[in-house]
Structure formats: structure tokens, C-alpha cells
């Protein structure tokens, strides 16, 4: 108690999540009625065992909260049901569109919906596992073989498979899912604990140099070959957006650690570097910084950003209303593209809201990370929390052609499986460190010589 | 460590922010353009299945949406293809819309402010926006006359008919043959609508161009009405003595203008009003010397000529005096545009409205096509009030006009549009403008000449089955002029 202040009365508010898991199990289902009502003026004749489906997997959830993390964090799990929903319902909504003009892949929603099923049950299975997220801290370098397996698995040859000209796939019968997703888990566990062992020499100074101090030349190893590591994903994977992702968060948990700025001057500029040299060399890359700066230069190989462009203008301000678009007009509407097609039937009203929602996953998980009282819990949370921030921010900056386009998955919206699993476990594992971190524990000793972590009062 | 993260959560703040501060900028700010580019298919699969408005003419409507049951909600149906195709023009997925159908495309699919009332009741009510109507000015008898009065010249008839009512400048009839049928350019079968282009585009008859207004051609002896109105407003009077005889001759060049007949126009001196009357070319291009061009051109720019946005609701090709960029005429080329030829070309419209601006006291009233606008409950939007164009001559020349013009029908050679009962004021033209190919023959009249009420101009392109002989003016496009005249009078 003494590391929470006085006056500090843990409340689990777990009342609290359920009336906001009912109002988010609200959005979801609201919009699987809407899209029924706007395809064909009726609504589903599955909207009982779907929206049962939907309603039974978020009260299970928050039951399975209620007994394994009661302090946690009351307002992600209602924020992440509510997009989870909503990206059922929008799929539910393009595979009528893709019915409609008779195109063979799909249906999507059915899939999605038992995807969803294995991300709770990987949610429950790491809050049952992880009882306390400092036991992680062990595994340190176990977690980062496993990611450096996960990232190599794709380029094995029999299970590797190459999509769309990235090679992040793999497959194994009639499974297939994208390892990266969960290495994007494995290497935050890895980073923070490696980070928290040797935060200390990496904050030595070196060269002062406009006010900042640069790292030590012989501190830059880690660094070098994290940087090595994301050209090698993108390089040999072709996988734009998982090479700044990983790097982004490297980047943004040895700086967190340290609290040495000179260490985003160094990565910044190796990030600049790496882009430079990646812009020319790869052709793909060249064709996405095109299909961004002028995209109507060419509308056969920027067909999809194109149609992306038009179907958030063609929403407006309040969109087309489900069901009433054309999203199915723009490729891969349902995964890559997901944002663009609900810019399209929701508007301009309803984008800013999901970027809200986002938004807000990314505040409490930054806020468990402030008021944690363990170095590696701090930076495990920071790390899920920027590392979900940069992924929102490229992949629906590219969709929207704020940034060039990268192909990275919505959490949470878009169609895939493994995408859902792994955002699901880090869910679960933010709420995990937030429930450790506002449970009255008695007996938690303040860990010595954290003198950076600070006294944090909450209501 | 917090600092960092405080820091860290800034940071993440910025890029939600220009996450929004884009999508602020596509949908928003950016949407319009994005919505205009003309390969965006979403724009135009909406407008596809939503009901576009009608065009109305009288009571009827010559284009509609009907329901559909192929993969738009509804197909556009024009119930009078051919009669009304050039007003209409198509709506077609493939090709785009064409004339009104194009320009009054904001009421027709319901995006036109206008209508903002009306998409406000349509999104609360959450139907899909119905556009509105367009009411044309059209008088369906003097439409069906004129083109009757064309298409029964002869099998291949290629020209044109224009009827404007000269008080308003509302066109009463605007028919140019061939037509075609828009009903198959809307088909929502691509192949169908391919073939059809195909068909169109391949036609010699050149179906899809608007003789009437987006095309213009040498105007012969009808321009002598603006020559003469030239010659009234710088000093010559309906009985002020010209040239009548065989030839015009010019002073140091070899050239020598001739009337049609080869002789004089019945004496050697002969008054302005039977000038007129007998289509003298001599008296004419010997009037237009005296005049200069100057004169000349500022007496077509007066009716109209040299403007290129005449008609309100439609693009219209632009009439000339002489050749864009011509070198200042010398004394044959300035006679010879007096009558009508050298490079001098106009519209049907444009000489319509040189009947209309002398029938309307010497106003021109600027053509409109559409009358009214209305919402999609048929409350009017919009009425069109008429607009003064330009005043072409005075009041007394056009009295003056109007009576040399009547003799042309009582004395001249505009017999065949004389109407039982009803003064008719008229002029023809027959214009020889090479001698490989037929000439044009032209009507241009109004009637009744004391109190007028419409004012026509007939073009006709080529009638094939008529001799090259027989081409005249008053023989091939005088009954159509008077034809569509009575129509509009005895309604």
C-alpha cells in the first residue's frame, strides 16, 4: 500500500465494465442488425445465435475478469468487445457484397466469429497462466528465440507461403496464420526484460551534443542489430510494416528504459537511413511511396488506394449507412482495408470514433504502465501499448493515404485469426499488470533503487 | 521512468490526431474532388439506384426512371426517343450523361443544393434521395411538327429546326435529324450499349451531333436579314433606291459577283424592300461594301454571333461573321459575306434568334430550355424568368424589317409559309457554299407578323431524292417553318 500513497482505496469496478461490456456488446450487435437492415430491410435470421455467439464470448470474458483479475482495468475489455463487434459486423457486411458480385473468397464472418472464440480463450488462457506478469521476466530470452522462430518460419520452405508478394504467411494444412503477430508479443516481453538488466549502462552519456546526450559508441550494439533485424524482415520477408513496427518498439522501450532522448536521435536517424536505402533498392517500396504521393498517376497498380480514397469520400460525413455502400469495390475491404470501408458505410462520424476507441486502448494501457511499481511491468506495457498505438497509426495512415501504405492488420477489425489471437493476449496481459498493479497488495515490497518509478495517486 | 512514458503518450496522441485530422481531409475537405473524378464508380453506382428525376415536357415525361429488376434498382426510359434525343441526350453507365441529362444532372439525381430540403427528409426518413424534375419549354405540337416536317423530306434528311418564342426566348421546338435512340445507350446491358456507341459513332449521318446548336454552317441569303438591318440602322430606309443589276464588279481585282439567275433583279435600280423580296446577292454585296465590315460584324454580334454561351441550359457552338483570327476582309470577301457566304456561319438557333430579335421589337431574348425546376414532390424550385440578350436593332428598325420581311412572303420568294389569315414575316436562303456538294436550303420566319408569337428557322443539311436543282429555301424548308409557326399559333 505504502508505494500507492494514502488515501488510495483499490476499487476492482468490476460493475463498472459490465455496464460498459453492455453498451459495447451494443455497438456489435446494433451494427450486425443495421447491416441486415440495410442489405436486405430485414434483420438477420441468425441475429440470435450470432449476436448469442457474440454476447456470450463478452460476458465470459468479463466473468473470467471478474475471477481471475478483479482489479484490473476496468474500460479495455468493453473498448475492445466494442471493436471486435464492429469488425464482425462490417465483415458480416462484405460478404454480402462479395455474394453480390460473385466472388469466390469468403464467407468471412463465420470464421471471424470462431477466431474470435480462440482469442477469448487465449484472453482466459493467459490471465489463467500469467498470475503475475513479473514471472515473464524469466523467460526473457526464451521469448526472444521464440519470436526470432516465429520470424524465420515463414521462409522455410513447405511451410512458408508467399501472399500478395510478402512472405509472412505460413501454413499448415488448412491452417495458416501470420507468426508475426504473435513474435510482435514475444519480442515486447524480450526487449523489456533484456532492457530491464541493461537499461543501466545504456543510459551512460556520451557525447553531448545540442543539448542531448548521445549513447557511447560501444553501447551501440543492441541497437545495430535490432536495426539489422527489421531490414532482414523487410528484406526478406518484403513485410514493410512489421520492419518499422519492431524497430518503432525497440526504439520507444530503449528510451523509455534509459530516459535518454539521444537514443531516438540514433534510431531516427538509422530509421531514416534504413528507409532511404530500402527506398532504393526495393521496387515495392518505391511503389508504395508513389501510390501515396500521387496515386492517380497510375490507377491500375493504385487501384485499391484509389478505391480506398473514394470510398471515404463517398461516405462523407456520415457515411453511405450499412450495407448501403460499395465497399466490396476497394481489394481486401474486409482485412487491409477495413478502415476505408467503414469510413465509407459509417462516415466520417464513425472513423473518428473507432480512432477514439483506439485511442483510448492505447491511454489505459499507458496509464497501467505509469502507475505499475515494476520496471519490467512498465515497460511491458508501454511496449504493448505504443507497439498497438504505431500499428493503428500505420496501417490505417496508409488506408487513409496519410502515410505510405504498409500492410499491417486493424486489431481487432480486420478479418484474421492470428491478428485477433495476439491482440487478444495483449489485452489480457495489460490487464494482467493493471490488476497486479491496482490490487491491494500487501505485500509488495517497493523495488530498490527504482528511484525514476513515481508515487501516482488515483482518486 | 514516467516522464518518458508521459512523453511516449504525447506522442501517441499526435498520431491519433493526424489519424483524424486526415480522415478530416478525405472525407471531408478532399470529398468533393474525389467525388467528381470521373473514374470513381461509386458515385455513379449510387446515382444508378437512386430514382432520377424525369424530363417533362407539357404533362409528359420524354425521359424517366422506371424500376428495374437487374443489378440497378432503376432503368432510365426515354418514351419519345427519337423526338426528343438531342434535348434529353443519354444516361449511360458506360458513356456517361450527355445534354440536359448531363447539365441538369445536380436536379435529375437530387444532389443539387436545391434540393438540400428535401435529402435532409430523405436521411431522417432514411429513404434514398429522389431527385427532382426538370420542366422543358417545349411546345410537343411545333416539337412533333418540326420533326415530322424534316423526316418526311426524304429517307435521309440531314438538318434541323428551331422554334423560340421571340417575347421570352423560351424554345418552343429544337429537333435535329437523324436522331437516335437514348434508350439504348442507357441499356444497362454493356454489350447492348457498346453496340449501340458503335452504331452511332459509325452512322454517316452523324446521329449523335445537334445540328440545331452544336454545329454551324453557312447561313446564304437568311444573313441578308442582318445586312439589312445594318443597312436600316446606318441610314438607308426600306425604299432608299440600291443596286439591281447583273453583276458586281470591284475595282482593281478580276472577281465579279452575280445574282443567283445570272440577271438583274428586275431593274437596274431597285428599292431595299424588293431587294429583299427577290434575294438580290448584287444589291446586297453591293450594300455590304458600302456598309464595311466593321458595320457588319458588330450587326451579327448584335443577334449573337461571336458568343459562345447564347443558350442558358445547353453548350452551343459559336456563330461567326468570319473565320476566328481572319485577316480584315477585302471588297469581294466583305460582299460576299453580306449574303451570307464567305466564311460567315451559324447555327439554326442563331438565325432563329435573328427572327426573334427583329419579331421582339429588336430584343434578343437569351434561349432557355428549361422552364422550371422541380422538387421531387413536384413543388417548384425554380421558375426561369426570361433575360435580355442583347438589343440588336431599334424598335423602328424592326418595324421596318418586319414589313420588308412580310413582303418577302406576299411578293418574294417565301410564298410557301404564307398562313391563311395570318401575316407571316420570313426570309430564305439557299447556300451554295461549294460546288461538289448540295446546297443548304434555310427558312428563317415569324408569325404573326403584328403580334408575334414564335419565331422558326429550318435547316435542311441534304435531303436525299431531291435534284440538286430543286434545292430552295422556300420549296423544302418553307413548309416545315410553316408548319411548326401554325402549330404554335393556333394553340
Not at chain 1, 47 to 60: D, Q, S
Not at chain 1, 292 to 316: E, K, N, R
Request: net charge negative; proline share 5%.
Amino acid at each position: 500500500m505504502s508505494a500507492l500513497g494514502a488515501g488510495f482505496v483499490p476499487r476492482k469496478r468490476r460493475g463498472a465494465e459490465l455496464y460498459l461490456v453492455v453498451l459495447a456488446l451494443a455497438v456489435g450487435l446494433g451494427a450486425y442488425v443495421g447491416v441486415g437492415l440495410g442489405v436486405s430491410g430485414d434483420v438477420p435470421a441468425d441475429v440470435y445465435t450470432f449476436g448469442g455467439g457474440l454476447a456470450l464470448l463478452a460476458l465470459l470474458t468479463h466473468a473470467v475478469v471478474r475471477w481471475l483479475a478483479p482489479y484490473a482495468d476496468p474500460v479495455l475489455l468493453p473498448l475492445v468487445i466494442a471493436l471486435n463487434g464492429l469488425g464482425l459486423a462490417m465483415i458480416y457486411r462484405i460478404d454480402f457484397g462479395l455474394a453480390d458480385r460473385g466472388q469466390s473468397v469468403g464467407p468471412f464472418a463465420g470464421p471471424q466469429l470462431t477466431w474470435t472464440a480462440i482469442g477469448v480463450a487465449g484472453f482466459v488462457a493467459v490471465l489463467f497462466i500469467v498470475r503475475d506478469h513479473r514471472r515473464l521476466q524469466t523467460y526473457t530470452y526464451t521469448f526472444g528465440l521464440v519470436a526470432i522462430v516465429l520470424l524465420l518460419l515463414p521462409l522455410l520452405p513447405v511451410l512458408g507461403v508467399e501472399v500478395n508478394g510478402a512472405r509472412i504467411w505460413v501454413s499448415l494444412g488448412p491452417l495458416s496464420f501470420q507468426p508475426g503477430e504473435i513474435a510482435k508479443l514475444c519480442l515486447v516481453i524480450f526487449f523489456a526484460g533484456y532492457l530491464v538488466v541493461k537499461r543501466e549502462p545504456l543510459a551512460l552519456a556520451g557525447r553531448r551534443f545540442i543539448g542531448i546526450d548521445l549513447p557511447r559508441g560501444r553501447d551501440l550494439g543492441p541497437i545495430l542489430v535490432a536495426w539489422l533485424l527489421s531490414l532482414g524482415v523487410l528484406v526478406f520477408q518484403r513485410d514493410l510494416g512489421s520492419s518499422l513496427l519492431f524497430f518503432g518498439l525497440f526504439l520507444v522501450l530503449l528510451y523509455v528504459a534509459t530516459e535518454r532522448a539521444g537514443w531516438l536521435v540514433v534510431g531516427g536517424l538509422l530509421f531514416a537511413a534504413g528507409a532511404y536505402f530500402s527506398y532504393l533498392t526495393f521496387d515495392h517500396v518505391q511503389l508504395r511511396v508513389q501510390g501515396w504521393l500521387d496515386p492517380f498517376s497510375d490507377t491500375d497498380d493504385y487501384f485499391q488506394i484509389i478505391q480506398g480514397q473514394y470510398g471515404m469520400a463517398h461516405g462523407g460525413l456520415l457515411g453511405r449507412g450499412l450495407g448501403q455502400g460499395d465497399p466490396v469495390m476497394t481489394p481486401y475491404s474486409y482485412s487491409d482495408f477495413i478502415a476505408a470501408s467503414l469510413g465509407e458505410e459509417l462516415g466520417l462520424a464513425g472513423l473518428m470514433a473507432i480512432i477514439v476507441v483506439y485511442a483510448l486502448v492505447v491511454e489505459r494501457g499507458l496509464r497501467t504502465a505509469l502507475v505499475c511499481r515494476d520496471t519490467f511491468g512498465k515497460l511491458v506495457a508501454t511496449g504493448l501499448a505504443v507497439s498497438f498505438a504505431l500499428q493503428v497509426f500505420v496501417v490505417v495512415g496508409g488506408v487513409t493515404r496519410l502515410i505510405p501504405l504498409t500492410g499491417l492488420t486493424t486489431p481487432f477489425l480486420s478479418y484474421g485469426g492470428s491478428s485477433l489471437v495476439a491482440n487478444w493476449a495483449i489485452i489480457a496481459l495489460l490487464m494482467r499488470i493493471s490488476d497486479q498493479t491496482r490490487r491491494p497488495a500487501p505485500e509488495v515490497r517497493p523495488l530498490e533503487s527504482d528511484d525514476a518509478t513515481q508515487v501516482v495517486r488515483m482518486r | 521512468m514516467n516522464r518518458p512514458i508521459r512523453i511516449m503518450a504525447i506522442g501517441c496522441l499526435v498520431m491519433f490526431l493526424a489519424l483524424m485530422v486526415n480522415a478530416n481531409y478525405v472525407q471531408f475537405l478532399n470529398a468533393d474532388e474525389l467525388n467528381a473524378r470521373n473514374d470513381n464508380r461509386r458515385v455513379l453506382n449510387a446515382e444508378f439506384s437512386r430514382e432520377r428525376g424525369p424530363i417533362l415536357v407539357a404533362n409528359d415525361s420524354v425521359a424517366r426512371s422506371d424500376p428495374s429488376d437487374d443489378e440497378f434498382e432503376y432503368q432510365r426510359t426515354y418514351t419519345q426517343p427519337e423526338l426528343y434525343a438531342h434535348l434529353t441526350g443519354y444516361y449511360s453507365y458506360i458513356y456517361g450523361a450527355r445534354d440536359l441529362e448531363q447539365s441538369e444532372n445536380g436536379v435529375l439525381s437530387g444532389s443539387d443544393p436545391r434540393l438540400f430540403v428535401n435529402r435532409v427528409i430523405d436521411l431522417v426518413g432514411s429513404e434514398q434521395p429522389t431527385g427532382g424534375s426538370v420542366l422543358l419549354t417545349i411546345d410537343p405540337r411545333a416539337q412533333r411538327a418540326a420533326y415530322e416536317g424534316l423526316t418526311n423530306l426524304a429517307g435521309n434528311t440531314t438538318g434541323a429546326a428551331v422554334a423560340l418564342d421571340p417575347n421570352t426566348g423560351e424554345i418552343l421546338a429544337m429537333v435535329s435529324v437523324p436522331g437516335y435512340d437514348p434508350n439504348r445507350l442507357a441499356s444497362h446491358d454493356p454489350d447492348e450499349a457498346e453496340k449501340a456507341w458503335q452504331n452511332l459513332n459509325d452512322d454517316p449521318g452523324q446521329p449523335l451531333r445537334d445540328r440545331s446548336r452544336e454545329e454551324i454552317y453557312p447561313p446564304g441569303s437568311t444573313f441578308k436579314l442582318v445586312t439589312a438591318a445594318a443597312a436600316l440602322s446606318n441610314g438607308y430606309e426600306p425604299d432608299t433606291m440600291v443596286n439591281g443589276s447583273a453583276a458586281l464588279t470591284f475595282k482593281g481585282i478580276s472577281y465579279t459577283l452575280r445574282n443567283q439567275s445570272g440577271d438583274s433583279c428586275g431593274a437596274e435600280r431597285i428599292t431595299l424592300t424588293q431587294a429583299l423580296a427577290v434575294s438580290c446577292n448584287v444589291a446586297f454585296g453591293d450594300i455590304g461594301r458600302d456598309l464595311g465590315e466593321a458595320a457588319l460584324r458588330d450587326q451579327a454580334d448584335a443577334f449573337g454571333f461571336g458568343d459562345s454561351d447564347v443558350i442558358r441550359d445547353l453548350p452551343a457552338a459559336v456563330s461567326q461573321f468570319t473565320a476566328p483570327d481572319a485577316d480584315p476582309l477585302d471588297e469581294p470577301q466583305t460582299s460576299l459575306s453580306a449574303i451570307g457566304q464567305f466564311d460567315v456561319a451559324a447555327s439554326p438557333l442563331q438565325m432563329a434568334m435573328v427572327a426573334a430579335g427583329i419579331a421582339n421589337n429588336g430584343t434578343v431574348m437569351r434561349p432557355y430550355v428549361v422552364s422550371e425546376v422541380r422538387g421531387p414532390d413536384l413543388d417548384v424550385l425554380e421558375a426561369t424568368s426570361p433575360e435580355r440578350l442583347h438589343e440588336a436593332v431599334s424598335s423602328d428598325v424592326a418595324a421596318e424589317l418586319t414589313q420588308m420581311m412580310e413582303t418577302v412572303v406576299t411578293d418574294g420568294t417565301a410564298g410557301s409559309a404564307a398562313i391563311p389569315g395570318v401575316p407571316v414575316a420570313a426570309k430564305t436562303g439557299t447556300a451554295q457554299s461549294s460546288a461538289e456538294r448540295k446546297p443548304y436550303a434555310w427558312f428563317v420566319s415569324f408569325a404573326p407578323a403584328d403580334n408575334p408569337q414564335v419565331a422558326v428557322a429550318v435547316f435542311v443539311q441534304d435531303a436525299t431524292g431531291v435534284a440538286r436543282t430543286d434545292v430552295s429555301g422556300g420549296g423544302l424548308a418553307g413548309p416545315i417553318a410553316k408548319a411548326m409557326m401554325e402549330s404554335v399559333i393556333s394553340r
